[in-house]
């Protein structure tokens, strides 16, 4: 479900207080603050589109542990047409006749 961005609306029509709310996407928005009753209005915010990726993230997901836990198997070139076998359950070398 989505966070969503709301600011209170003071007397004067500015925005005051900024609070977070975790909403499905089909809730109506809110109208009231939840706590005190206050108007509020939702704040546009740019979607994240990165999610939770990081250099250190994407290694770990490719680590030799990794791939050899979920059963993939994982070969690192050596020399010309040899692969020897870093991760998983297949030949230790393969060689290109």
Same mark, same amino acid.
């Given at each position: 479900?989505?966070?969503?961005v709301?600011?209170? +609306? *003071?007397?004067?029509? !500015?925005?005051?207080?900024?609070?977070?709310? =975790?909403?499905?996407?089909?809730?109506?928005? $809110?109208?009231?603050h939840?706590?005190?009753?206050?108007?509020?209005?939702?704040?546009?915010?740019?979607p994240? +589109? *990165?999610?939770?990726? !990081?250099d250190?993230?994407?290694?770990?997901k =490719?680590?030799?542990?990794?791939?050899d836990? $979920?059963?993939f198997?994982?070969?690192?070139?050596?020399?010309?047409?040899?692969y020897?076998?870093t991760a998983?359950?297949?030949?230790?070398?393969?060689?290109?006749?």
């Open positions: 479900m989505p966070t969503y709301y600011a209170v +609306v *003071n007397k004067d029509g !500015s925005l005051g207080e900024h609070f977070e709310v =975790v909403q499905k996407m089909s809730d109506a928005p $809110l109208t009231e939840p706590e005190t009753g206050a108007p509020v209005q939702r704040v546009p915010q740019a994240m +589109v *990165n999610g939770q990726h !990081s250190a993230s994407d290694k770990r =490719v680590s030799d542990s990794n791939l836990r $979920l059963g198997t994982k070969y690192q070139k050596v020399g010309d047409g040899t020897e076998k998983g359950a297949g030949p230790k070398v393969i060689k290109r006749d």
